[in-house]
């Protein structure tokens, strides 16, 4: 029987165990804290005389080669200005 892995001493459930919404609420609060620590890393990099603008392509590097492992969606959506 394999241990699952806890985040904090008091989780009950793993993330895989949580529901749809739970998983979304998580993730929400996931991106929300990684735009915090993106705006005080940018700001440290401009504290320590570093190219923000370099900086902030290798971030969203990572970002883009996280979603690159996933599928495009096969929707689209067009959004056009409503005429009155």
Sequence with gaps: MTQKVRRHKDDT?????????EQ???MNMTALQF???LAAH???????D????DVL????GLLKKILDDFPEPKISIQLSKATS
Excluded: G, I
């Design 13 to 21: 459930k793993t993330f895989e165990e949580l529901t749809y919404n």
């Design 24 to 26: 979304a609420l998580a």
């Design 35 to 37: 735009r915090k620590q």
């Design 42 to 48: 940018l700001r440290r990099a401009e504290q320590e």
């Design 50 to 53: 570093r190219v923000v603008e």
């Design 57 to 60: 392509r290798v971030r969203l």
